[in-house]
């Protein structure tokens, strides 16, 4: 009986568990097809549509270089505002290049360019290229020479170089390089007021000639000279502006430019520091040229200021970034410059240095800068950047 009774108790549980089952394996079933639905739609993870969209532009042959025609902007003279303009770039084989380049300001300032690079010699190490560029600008500003100078007080010319400039570059390591290069120069500065005496701007409204013999030593360990996130860049370079026809204008001018990068959290982050010293010593009795004097106030140097705010024999600059990338095409930094010029290079006062700060953001490919655009605030006031190259 009881025997009887357990057999019954089975059937009724079997019976009881049977749909419960069912259910699990059905809904077990039915999780698994969604699964497979859903990984049939999944691809391999990569960047955004717009992601896309920005590395398309970014590294087209246009913006990145390549063969063709490409557009260019930037600036024609420093002083005469933003330009536009085309290129031409055709490479040859060993390396060998041309580039050709036009380029108009917004001020009616023109631009034409042509560079050719030779083809490499000496198993690579050797380098010779040349170039030829002739350029009418217009409205360049002079405020005055030394610190003090007041921006009340401006005083534009027009300037029209002819330049035709060879030079050799020796590589006997792979990161250091040693150039020297000839360089001929006929310029003139014309100017329609007087705001200034000849003596205050020298050179102003004369033809001059100028022979110029240059050699520079430089030591580059950055992944590309246009963007880089790691590595430095130093470089000594003298040069030596002869004019032709004995006018007191002739002088030696010795730069030296230090620049370090400091990657952090796979490079994500970086540290980016600068500086330059310019120091300009004519000869005796002579004068530097006041249109290539050395200068602060650019896109490039004191960028809280307007172009060429501050000029004399001597400056200089010191700049730190911090910048960081939201997007593998975006760079954003926040930047600190702070420098000064100065008639005799004892004169420096680390104390009373311009200070500049601001923020910005620059689009890039792997190696190349396609557009920095950045805020900066100085002493008298605020400036907007827009220029096709890295600061440093």
């Known amino acids: 009986m009881i025997a009887k ?17 069912l259910a699990q394996t059905t809904r077990v079933e039915s999780i ?16 955004s549509r717009g992601e896309q969209i920005i ?19 930037g600036s024609v003279f420093s002083g005469s505002g933003m330009a536009l303009g085309a290129g031409f770039l055709k490479s040859f084989e060993d390396g060998a290049r041309l580039n050709l380049q036009s380029g108009f300001s917004l001020n009616n300032s023109i631009m034409l360019r042509a560079e050719a690079t030779a083809p490499e010699l000496w198993r690579g190490m050797l380098k010779i290229d040349g170039s030829a560029q002739w350029l009418d600008v217009r409205g360049v500003s002079f405020y005055g020479s030394g610190p003090g100078s007041a921006r009340t007080t401006r005083q534009r010319y027009d300037y029209n170089p002819l330049e035709a400039t060879a030079t050799a570059t020796v590589q006997p390591m792979r990161r250091l390089s040693l150039a020297g290069g000839y360089s ?33 030593m430089a030591f580059d360990w950055r992944t590309s000279p246009a963007y880089s996130t790691r590595g430095g860049y130093y470089r000594v370079t003298v040069e030596r502006h002869h004019e032709q026809d004995g006018l007191p204008y002739s002088f030696t001018t010795r730069e030296m430019e ?25 000869d005796s009795g002579d004068e530097v040229p006041v249109m290539l004097a050395p200068f602060l106030g650019s896109g490039g140097t004191l960028r809280g200021f307007v172009n060429r705010r501050f000029s004399d024999r001597n400056r200089v600059l010191l700049t730190g970034e911090y910048r960081w990338r939201p997007s593998r095409y975006l760079d954003m930094a926040l930047f600190l410059d702070a420098g000064q010029v100065a008639r005799d290079r004892h004169d420096f006062d680390f ?6 700060y601001g923020i910005g953001a620059r689009f890039h490919g792997p190696n190349f800068n396609a557009l920095r655009i950045e805020l900066a605030r100085g002493r008298e006031g605020m400036r907007l950047i827009f220029a096709g190259s890295q600061a440093f």
């Open 55 to 73: 590395r398309r532009v970014l590294l087209s042959p246009l913006l990145s270089g390549g063969e063709g025609l490409y557009p260019w902007f």
């Open 184 to 216: 001929f120069i006929d310029l003139k500065a014309t100017r329609d007021l007087q705001l200034f005496s000849a003596d205050q701007m020298p050179g102003i409204d004369r033809d001059l000639t100028f022979h110029v013999a240059r050699a520079t």
């Open 258 to 282: 230090l620049v370090q990068l400091l990657p952090l959290l796979r490079e994500q982050f970086v540290f980016a520091a600068r500086g330059l010293m310019t120091l300009a010593s004519p």
């Open 5 to 21: 009774v357990r057999g019954c108790v089975a059937v009724i549980a079997l019976t009881l568990a049977a749909p419960s089952a």
């Open 32 to 47: 698994a097809e969604q699964q497979a639905e859903k990984a049939k739609q999944l691809g391999v993870e990569g960047p």
């Open 351 to 356: 104390s009373a240095f311009e200070a500049v």
